[in-house]
């Protein structure tokens, strides 16, 4: 104990120490006996030397910190001691009223708050991180350059486009005009064909090369697929209040192509029906009785004595040509040459007298040729009002509308009206070439479904 | 044998085409995308003459398209912004799977002020997707594009001149009528059909403004309207009212592509025809006082926003003049010296500019009041476009300038069998007399359009006779009015027996005219006349032979000259027949009896007639024998 004793002494001995608790000093009378222990060791140092006194110290330190902001030792006279005249009742009540008439009940702080209060005179720690900045070093060095860009007179992009628009606010055009869609109800229009377009100031050999120049349109694109109206004005049996027998004549046309359809139905039905036969009474017997019967075998040499007989293939054993033969041969073969040459010729003088004929067989095939050419063309032009095949599927036309005499309406409010325009529209820019005809695409599924039985369902049965 | 041997299909059609699939990998684009660049930029698909050469050996029927159209698409800057847009999407996409909203707020933002560089500016159509919410694009995934039309492509590539666009209006009118009625469903943007309506009624009012509505014909399909703009006849026809159902086989998606392009179009020819006229655009009411009376009631009726485009729409007042309207003077065709048949055709031209002009002030002067049962707008469109003065109930629509307690009214339009308040100063009418009036070009008696009565067929004026066709009978009598003979009917409850005296003078004058068109055409009856006058002759001769010779005084016998230059017309047809060649004179019979024949049907039609008419008045007899 002897350290703690000598410390004790020293904490004792510092001049001008005042401890704030009195019992400092006094417990230097209890003194243990000292107990031997080896030292050379760090851990005894620690745990066999006494430090409390040490501690106690400082620990009283702290206190006259905490309480009066200071070390006594080191206040003034003044701030620890006064002089009592005796007239601080006055004072006080001098100080009071006003007080209490400016602070209301409320101003009363409650009592918890006051215990919450820190009752330290040493201030709180600051915590630092919270007055840190982060990436302060690069927020100062971005600034730092850009005070220097602008002692330079470079403005950042986003002050040149501020001031950009200004400018153009304050000279009436608006800088960025925004793009209104096509389908705006509030668009507007203005004179399309004679707008003066702007004439092209860039060079054209620039525009080209850069590709910014427009192909021009071909006019090839400007004509129509078909030479169909636009419009095709229903038959005037499709009025309202048709004329009978217009009306008459419209339902005999949907009636014809109800028929035709009707019977390219059938057709299709017939030739697709299977031949099976029904048993009847004859062929079931049949059946019970075959092999029962012997029948007559067919022959089947007689097939083949006929292809024998048809058969008249060149025989296959010809006997070779005499000399004398082939030299007649020839002879003939001269003989029939020149005869034709001999006839030709004939021919060709006897032309002469044919003239008439010939002129008149020559106008007629030009006739012919003729109306063969207008037939063409005719074929041609009613080909053009023809809708294409343009696609997987062929345009059909669609059926009639039609309104049955009893199902005619009086009088325009009781109308009901037939088929469907948007259809009829679709259906029209089909007909004219315009669209390819298409379906609607059909649901497929990725998938096959997968049918299980519930557990539950399989119990019950 | 020198030179190389020729590869297959790598000449000719077999390179002039290009299939869709091809196509479309060329220009790198979707299905869908390719669809519409091809309707925007009026690309067709083509039939080639020989297909096995061009599908190379294949007989499989395919798209195909020129190659040149599609190397044309392929320099189109809009094909770029195709792609772009494609890839925003696609962008957009992600960022919404990836729950990146701050990403979807830029995009989106990005893609909405998409700025057109200033070299590029006006060069190339700008894409933008204003409206384009978080629903859309779930609705329409990557369908939705609002691409911008570029006009001036509009107006010197597919449209050279305003005549063509004028002459492809037909099909932008139909369409826009037709979206203007849809229902404000998901079927299309709602936008869409605002605009469409807005369209629609701008020309609606431009026609009005013109008087330029020739023929209206009432179908079980919709309302087909004719109108002569500029020269040029323009067809459109107009749905009824509330009669939607939305058919399953039609392709929205490019019904709504040609809406877009259409609108396009008709926009700037409305325009421009406003021009025209010096109305202004968009178009403005006239007579701002008038309309100030009337807002009290207006407040019911619409938003403030769109109480002015209601009013336009109730087609009841005239539009607003750049210039103010000055009494128009009657533009008189100039008169040339002509001969023959220029001054038939001149003489003809004549006669239709006055027809047309009296058509067009065919209701001048009449007020008409409209119950609220008869379709309202496009009687209010038909009226004023003849001059008329319209009205209707005010809780019935916006709009309405006069009551029906209005003195002054002449026509009360009615569709239903009775009305208890009738006043006495005014026709009870049905809507059918406006629109036959209009067709027949003439105001037309009333009597047969009273209220409950039969109505008489209501025919349609797109069609025309030729020679010998059948014409039913209410044609004949309306051509009969409009020649301005006498009316037949004079009181609509006729007697049966008045009925029945004017079914035979009906018939009467079918026959006379048949009579007169086979003097026209059939020569058999020249020659029974030759025969006649040559057995006179002969009389004459065996009266010459009777011996108690008498000179007696010559009467001066009236020389008819019509008879006279018809025989000497019909002589000289005689002579030019026997004169004919063979063949001539074959194809001439064949003509002849191919007139004939349609003469023999057409009366074959109106016996038949004759027979129906009747015995459906035997019907009626029996019924009131029975009543």
């Given at each position: 104990?002897a350290?703690?004793w000598?410390?004790?002494?020293?904490?004792?001995s510092q001049?001008?120490?005042?401890?704030?608790k009195s019992?400092?000093?006094?417990d230097?009378?209890n003194?243990?006996?000292?107990?031997?222990?080896?030292?050379?060791?760090?851990k005894s140092?620690?745990?066999?030397?006494?430090?409390?006194d040490v501690e106690?110290?400082?620990?009283?330190?702290?206190?006259?910190e905490?309480?009066?902001?200071?070390l006594?030792?080191?206040?003034?006279?003044?701030?620890?001691?006064?002089?009592?005249?005796?007239?601080?009742?006055?004072?006080?009540?001098?100080?009071q009223p006003?007080?209490?008439?400016?602070?209301?009940?409320?101003?009363?702080?409650?009592r918890i708050?006051?215990i919450?209060?820190?009752?330290s005179?040493?201030?709180a720690?600051?915590?630092?991180?919270?007055?840190?900045?982060p990436?302060?070093?690069?927020?100062?060095r971005?600034s730092?350059?850009?005070?220097?860009?602008?002692?330079?007179?470079?403005l950042?992009?986003?002050?040149?486009l501020?001031?950009?628009r200004?400018a153009?606010?304050?000279?009436?055009?608006?800088?960025?005009?925004?793009?209104?869609?096509?389908?705006?109800p509030?668009?507007?229009?203005?004179?399309?064909?004679?707008a003066?377009t702007?004439?092209?100031?860039?060079?054209?050999y620039?525009?080209e090369q850069?590709?910014?120049?427009l192909?021009?349109?071909?006019?090839r694109l400007?004509e129509k697929p078909?030479?169909l109206p636009?419009i095709?004005?229903?038959a005037?049996?499709?009025?309202y209040?048709p004329?009978f027998?217009?009306?008459?004549?419209?339902?005999?046309?949907?009636?014809?192509?109800?028929?035709?359809k009707?019977k390219a139905?059938?057709?299709?039905?017939?030739?697709?029906a299977?031949?099976?036969?029904?048993a009847?009474e004859?062929?079931?017997?049949?059946?019970?009785v075959?092999?029962l019967i012997?029948?007559?075998?067919i022959?089947?040499?007689e097939p083949?004595?006929?292809t024998?007989g048809t058969?008249t293939?060149?025989?296959?054993?010809q006997?070779?040509?005499?000399e004398?033969?082939?030299?007649?041969e020839?002879a003939?073969?001269i003989k029939?040459?020149q005869r034709?040459?001999?006839?030709?010729v004939?021919?060709?003088r006897?032309?002469?007298?044919?003239?008439?004929?010939i002129?008149?067989?020559?106008?007629?095939?030009e006739q012919r040729?003729?109306?063969?050419q207008?037939?063409?063309?005719?074929?041609?032009e009613?080909q053009?009002?023809?809708?294409?095949?343009?696609?997987?599927?062929?345009?059909q036309?669609p059926?009639l509308?039609?309104?049955?005499?009893?199902?005619?309406?009086?009088?325009?409010?009781?109308l009901?009206?037939?088929?469907s325009?948007l259809?009829?529209?679709?259906?029209s820019?089909?007909k004219?070439?315009i669209i390819?005809p298409?379906?609607?695409?059909?649901?497929?599924?990725?998938y096959?479904?997968?049918?299980?039985?519930?557990?539950?369902?399989r119990?019950?049965? | 044998?020198?030179?190389?041997?020729?590869?297959k299909?790598?000449?000719?059609?077999a390179?002039?085409?290009?299939?869709?699939?091809k196509?479309?990998?060329k220009l790198s684009?979707?299905?869908?995308d390719?669809r519409?660049?091809?309707?925007?930029k009026?690309i067709?698909?083509h039939?080639?003459?020989?297909?096995?050469?061009?599908?190379?050996?294949?007989?499989?029927?395919?798209?195909?398209y020129?190659?040149?159209?599609?190397?044309?698409?392929l320099?189109?800057?809009?094909?770029?912004?195709?792609?772009?847009y494609?890839?925003?999407?696609?962008?957009?996409?992600?960022?919404?799977?990836?729950?990146e909203w701050?990403?979807?707020?830029?995009?989106?933002r990005?893609?909405?002020?998409?700025?057109?560089?200033?070299?590029?500016q006006?060069?190339?159509?700008?894409?933008?997707?204003?409206?384009?919410?978080s629903?859309?694009?779930?609705?329409w995934?990557?369908?939705?594009?609002?691409e911008?039309?570029?006009?001036?492509?509009?107006?010197?590539?597919?449209y050279?001149t305003?005549?063509?666009?004028?002459?492809?209006?037909?099909d932008?009118?139909?369409?826009?009528?037709l979206f203007?009625?849809?229902?404000?469903?998901?079927?299309?943007?709602?936008?869409?059909?605002q605009?469409?309506?807005?369209l629609?009624v701008?020309?609606?009012?431009?026609?009005?403004?013109?008087?330029?509505?020739?023929k209206v014909?009432?179908?079980?399909k919709?309302m087909?309207?004719?109108?002569?703009?500029l020269g040029?006849?323009?067809t459109?026809i107009?749905?009824?009212?509330?009669?939607?159902?939305?058919?399953?086989?039609?392709d929205?998606?490019?019904m709504a592509t040609?809406t877009?392009?259409?609108?396009?179009?008709l926009?700037f020819?409305?325009?421009r025809?406003?021009?025209?006229?010096n109305?202004?655009?968009p178009p403005?009411?006239d007579?701002?006082g008038?309309?100030?009376?009337k807002?009290?009631?207006?407040?019911?009726?619409?938003?403030?926003s769109e109480?002015?485009?209601?009013?336009?729409s109730?087609?009841?007042?005239?539009?607003?003049?750049t210039?103010?309207?000055?009494?128009?003077?009657e533009?008189?065709?100039?008169?040339?010296p002509?001969?023959?048949?220029?001054?038939?055709k001149?003489?003809?031209?004549?006669?239709?500019?006055?027809?047309?002009?009296?058509?067009k002030?065919?209701?001048?002067?009449?007020?008409f009041?409209?119950?609220r049962?008869v379709?309202?707008?496009?009687?209010a469109?038909?009226?004023?476009?003849l001059?008329?003065?319209?009205s209707w109930?005010?809780?019935l629509?916006?709009?309405?300038?006069?009551?029906?307690?209005?003195?002054?009214i002449t026509?009360?339009?009615v569709?239903r069998?009775s009305?208890?308040?009738q006043?006495?100063?005014?026709?009870?009418?049905?809507?059918?007399?406006?629109?036959?009036?209009?067709n027949a070009?003439?105001?037309l008696?009333?009597e047969?359009?009273?209220?409950?009565?039969t109505?008489?067929?209501?025919?349609?004026?797109?069609?025309?006779?030729s020679?010998?066709d059948?014409?039913p009978?209410?044609?004949l009598k309306?051509?009969?009015?409009?020649?301005?003979?006498?009316?037949?009917f004079?009181?609509?409850a006729?007697e049966?027996?008045?009925?029945?005296?004017?079914?035979?003078?009906?018939e009467?004058e079918?026959?006379?005219?048949d009579d007169?068109d086979e003097?026209d055409?059939?020569e058999?009856e020249d020659e029974?006349?030759d025969?006649?006058?040559l057995?006179?002759?002969?009389?004459?001769?065996?009266q010459?032979?009777?011996?108690?010779?008498?000179v007696?005084?010559?009467?001066?016998?009236p020389?008819?000259r019509?008879?006279?230059e018809?025989?000497?017309?019909a002589?000289e047809?005689?002579?030019?027949i026997?004169m004919?060649?063979?063949?001539?004179?074959?194809?001439?019979?064949?003509?002849?009896f191919?007139k004939?024949?349609?003469?023999?049907?057409a009366n074959k039609?109106?016996?038949k007639?004759?027979?129906?008419?009747?015995a459906?008045?035997?019907?009626?007899?029996?019924?009131?024998k029975k009543?």
């Open positions: 104990m350290a703690a000598r410390h004790k002494r020293v904490a004792a001049p001008g120490f005042l401890p704030l019992n400092l000093g006094g230097s009378s003194v243990k006996r000292r107990k031997r222990v080896n030292k050379n060791k760090k140092w620690n745990k066999f030397s006494d430090i409390q106690e110290f400082l620990e009283d330190v702290r206190l006259q905490r309480t009066t902001g200071g006594i030792a080191e206040k003034t006279d003044d701030s620890l001691f006064f002089v009592d005249t005796g007239d601080k009742d006055e004072k006080d009540k001098d100080a006003e007080t209490t008439v400016k602070k209301g009940k409320h101003s009363k702080p409650l708050d006051l919450l209060q820190p009752d005179h040493i201030p720690p600051k915590n630092v991180l919270a007055f840190q900045q990436n302060a070093k690069k927020q100062r971005t730092d350059r850009a005070a220097k860009l602008a002692s330079m007179g470079i950042p992009r986003r002050e040149k501020l001031q950009l200004r153009a606010a304050a000279s009436g055009v608006s800088a960025k005009k925004r793009a209104v869609a096509n389908n705006n509030d668009r507007t229009f203005y004179d399309l064909w004679t003066e702007a004439p092209e100031t860039a060079d054209p620039y525009l850069t590709k910014k120049k192909v021009k349109r071909p006019d400007n078909s030479v636009a095709e004005v229903i005037p049996g499709g009025s209040n004329d027998f217009s009306h008459q004549d419209l339902l005999r046309k949907a009636h014809e192509v109800e028929v035709k009707i139905e059938e057709k299709l039905a017939r030739q697709l299977v031949n099976e036969d029904v009847t004859e062929t079931t017997f049949k059946e019970q075959e092999g012997e029948e007559e075998e022959e089947p040499e083949e004595g006929d024998e058969v293939g060149p025989t296959a054993t006997e070779k040509k005499t004398k033969q082939r030299k007649k020839k003939k073969r029939e040459l034709k040459a001999e006839r030709q004939i021919d060709k006897q032309q002469l007298f044919q003239l008439r004929s002129s008149a067989d020559l106008k007629k095939q040729t003729k109306m063969r207008a037939q063409r063309k005719a074929q041609q009613a053009k009002s023809m809708p294409r095949r343009l696609g997987k599927l062929k345009f036309d059926d509308d039609v309104q049955l005499s009893n199902e005619l309406a009086g009088s325009l409010r009781s009901k009206p037939e088929g325009i259809k009829d529209r679709f259906l820019l089909q004219r070439n390819e298409r379906d609607r695409a059909k649901f497929k599924r990725k096959k479904l997968k049918f299980s039985e519930k557990r539950a369902f119990e019950i049965q | 044998m020198g030179g190389l041997q020729k590869k299909y790598e000449s000719g059609s390179t002039n085409y290009i299939s869709r699939n196509a479309r990998k684009l979707s299905l869908a390719f519409r660049l091809c309707i925007l009026g067709y698909p039939e080639p003459k020989h297909k096995k050469k061009v599908n190379k050996g294949s007989t499989a029927p395919r798209t195909f020129l190659l040149k159209d599609i190397r044309f698409l320099h189109e800057p809009i094909v770029g912004k195709f792609r772009e494609k890839i925003f999407v696609r962008k957009l996409r992600t960022a919404y799977g990836k729950a701050g990403a979807v707020g830029r995009l989106k990005e893609q909405a002020f998409v700025q057109i560089g200033p070299h590029h006006g060069e190339f159509t700008c894409f933008e997707s204003s409206g384009f919410s629903r859309s694009f779930i609705l995934g990557c369908h939705v594009m609002n911008r039309l570029k006009p001036e492509n509009l107006s010197d590539k597919r050279p305003f005549i063509d666009a004028l002459r492809d209006v037909d932008a009118l139909s369409m826009c009528f203007s009625t849809f229902a404000r469903t998901g079927k299309c943007h709602v936008q869409t059909i605009l469409c309506r807005r629609s701008e020309w609606m009012n431009y026609i009005i403004a013109s008087r330029s509505l020739r014909f009432l179908s079980i919709g087909y309207y004719q109108a002569e703009v040029q006849t323009v459109w107009v749905p009824y009212q509330f009669a939607h159902d939305h058919p399953t086989d039609v929205y998606r490019v040609f877009e392009l259409y609108t396009t179009l926009g020819v409305n325009f025809l406003y021009q025209t006229l109305l202004v655009y403005k009411l007579g701002q008038e309309l100030s009376l807002s009290e009631c207006e407040e019911d009726y619409a938003l403030e109480s002015y485009s209601e009013k336009l109730a087609l009841s007042a005239s539009l607003a003049r210039v103010p309207s000055v009494e128009e003077e533009a008189e065709l100039d008169h040339f002509a001969e023959g048949e220029d001054l038939e001149m003489e003809a031209r004549e006669k239709i500019e006055l027809e047309q002009n009296k058509q002030k065919l209701f001048e002067g009449l007020k009041f409209l119950n049962e379709p309202r707008e496009s009687l469109f038909v009226i004023r476009c001059g008329g003065q319209v109930d005010k809780s629509c916006i709009g309405s300038t006069y009551d029906e307690t209005d003195e002054t026509h009360h339009i569709d069998p009305i208890e308040k006043y006495i100063n005014r026709y009870y009418i049905q809507p059918q007399w406006v629109y036959d009036c209009v070009k003439m105001l008696p009333v047969e359009y009273f209220l409950g009565v109505l008489p067929p209501h025919l349609s004026p797109f069609v025309e006779e020679e010998g059948y014409v009978p209410e044609k309306l051509m009969a009015l409009q020649r301005g003979e006498k009316p037949l004079t009181e609509a006729a049966e027996e008045e009925e029945e005296e004017e079914g035979d003078e009906d009467e079918e026959e006379d005219e007169e003097d055409q059939s058999e029974a006349e025969e006649e006058n057995a006179e002759m002969e009389a004459k001769r065996a010459g032979k009777r011996l108690p010779v008498k007696t005084p010559g009467k001066v016998k020389e008819n019509m008879r006279t018809q025989e000497e017309k002589e047809k005689r002579l030019a026997m004919m060649k063979k063949r001539e004179k074959y194809l001439y019979d064949k003509i002849m191919g004939k024949r349609n003469v023999r049907e039609l109106a016996a007639r004759k027979a129906h008419d009747d459906s008045k035997a019907d009626k007899k029996k019924k009131k009543c």
